[in-house]
């Protein structure tokens, strides 16, 4: 039985990390509130996450909050370009799908789309890992899915897979609203994580080094 409840025990492990997520997918949710913070938070839980899977660090709350402050600027820069992107966007679909002569249209809007996403879906953990610039956050999200494609697809359908059950399930969200609120945020973060880190050992920018925050 001792061996059960031991600190090295899987069962422990488990019960450990289920808790850790949850503290982070609250803490992700209450932080993401205001909106415009939603990029910092983002930045900040990657970083954590990082720590977590690759240190096995059970600090959370300290680290997620220094990178929350320190990446603030930088983060919140490039979540504002693109909300004002996604909003350009939004307005396109809106004037195509009020005209369908122009369905022609579609393909160039569909390519961009995927663009986008794979700048929303990619930026923000970049800039949990490494020190770098929105410019070259942006350009290597772009080289990181090309060379590592399926990962890099694991990565789109996880990150889309919340806002589109939002949009087309909203009732079975209301359902299944405990689920959200404590768990699958953080399960999604700490999934996209583990591929990103494998997708970084390949095609990460050699002049970049890992984003560290020296304790005080």
């Excluded at 509130?33 to 938070?41: E, F, N, R």
């Excluded at 996209?192 to 005080?216: G, V």
Aim: charged residues 10%; aromatic residues 16%.
């Amino acid at each position: 039985m001792s061996k059960i409840f031991n600190h090295e025990a899987p069962f422990i492990q488990t019960l450990t990390m289920i808790g850790n997520l949850i503290v982070l997918n609250i803490l992700w949710i209450l932080c993401c509130a205001p909106i415009i913070t939603a990029g910092a938070a983002t930045t900040a839980m990657y970083y954590t996450m990082y720590q977590y899977v690759t240190d096995g660090s059970e600090a959370i709350l300290k680290p997620f909050f220094r990178t929350f402050v320190k990446d603030f600027k930088q983060s919140t820069l490039l979540w504002l370009l693109l909300l004002v992107i996604g909003f350009v966007l939004w307005c396109d679909i809106s004037f195509l799908s009020a005209y369908p002569q122009l369905k022609f249209l579609w393909i160039p809007l569909g390519i961009l789309l995927l663009l986008y996403a794979v700048a929303v879906s990619h930026s923000f953990a970049i800039l949990g890992r490494f020190n770098t610039t929105i410019k070259t956050a942006l350009k290597s999200c772009y080289l990181i899915a090309i060379m590592n494609f399926w990962r890099s697809l694991l990565v789109l359908i996880l990150s889309a897979a919340p806002v589109l059950i939002f949009i087309f399930m909203p009732y079975q969200v209301l359902n299944t609203l405990p689920l959200w609120v404590g768990i699958a945020f953080g399960m999604i973060f700490y999934l996209n994580a583990k591929l990103f880190i494998k997708s970084f050992e390949n095609s990460a920018p050699k002049e970049e080094q890992p984003s560290a925050i020296t304790e005080e």
